[in-house]
């Protein structure tokens, strides 16, 4: 009896909890998406850089590129459907590359764009993990604003053997860095009658050199700095430029994903790709 007087008296306080992190969870999703299904658009731009021991960095790329996505609720939670796009562009004219001179190497190579599909996330959480919500993706609140941010560090067998691909690959493993944020006014997010709220978007990746680079196992990393924001109107606001590229090239990434699908696509699990079907069409 006295076991479930006090959790009588506590029931209150654990019902508060769990709608807080539920909130919380929906605020977050809101801010990354659109509660009412519709596809998001974030766009952004920037620029890419190389970071070698003891050598001066160079600028190697203007960057452009967005995501689109879309959430579904399941039994379990949330997921959020994606696909990821990124344009090399050469950094003294702003133009799209088709090839690019590699200033190490010197050799000219074909670049290969990022046409990330799918980029999916989970946001499934049961009743043990709910509460710990701010752990998992955490933010802080600066002034008027909220930051949403997080500090990932993949480190995974990489999907590009070395004995196969020597020239693209610079070890057994891919090793990165990437600093992600959301900023947000707390005043939009306390309009909790919209499905979707305006937010500025930053993300600073540290990565191996990419395939198409041909860098073998040279020393270096390149890191990507970017930012953009959130498109009210969605995928007709993307500029004209980048929506024409993206009708000739890749007309399915006019739209987010119908399915959740695993594995996530990377540049490396691209290449690979592109080099397995080039080998079946021999």
Not at 98 to 114: A, E, G, S
């Amino acid at each position: 009896m006295r076991k479930l007087c006090i959790l009588l008296l506590f029931l209150p306080l654990l019902l508060s909890a769990g709608e807080a992190a539920e909130s919380y969870l929906k605020d977050y999703l809101r801010v990354v998406g659109d509660l009412s299904g519709a596809d998001t658009v974030f766009h952004f731009s920037g620029k890419v850089y190389s970071l070698v021991p003891n050598e001066k960095s160079m600028e190697l790329f203007d960057y452009e590129g967005c995501t689109i996505s879309r959430i579904d609720s399941t039994e379990a939670g949330y997921r959020l459907l994606g696909k990821e796009i990124g344009l090399f562009l050469d950094h003294r004219t702003g133009e799209i590359l088709r090839t690019w001179k590699n200033p190490f190497t010197l050799q000219i190579v074909p670049v290969i764009h990022v046409w990330n599909d799918p980029a999916n996330q989970r946001f499934e959480y049961d009743a043990n993990t709910l509460p710990y919500i701010r752990q998992f993706l955490p933010s802080t609140e600066i002034g008027e604003s909220v930051v949403y941010h997080s500090e990932l560090f993949p480190f995974y067998p990489h999907v590009l053997s070395r004995r196969l691909f020597g020239d693209q690959v610079q070890g057994d493993y891919l090793q990165s860095a990437e600093l992600r944020e959301y900023r947000v006014k707390q005043a939009d997010l306390a309009n909790t009658q919209s499905g979707s709220v305006p937010a500025e978007f930053s993300y600073i990746w540290i990565s191996p050199w990419l395939p198409f680079m041909k860098m073998g196992d040279r020393e270096g990393q390149m890191l990507f700095v970017l930012r953009g924001s959130k498109l009210e109107k969605g995928y007709e606001a993307l500029p004209q430029h980048f929506r024409e590229y993206i009708s000739i090239h890749k007309a399915d990434f006019e739209h987010s994903p119908r399915e959740y699908v695993e594995p996530n696509m990377n540049p490396w699990s691209y290449f690979r790709d592109l080099e397995t079907d080039a080998i079946q069409r021999r």
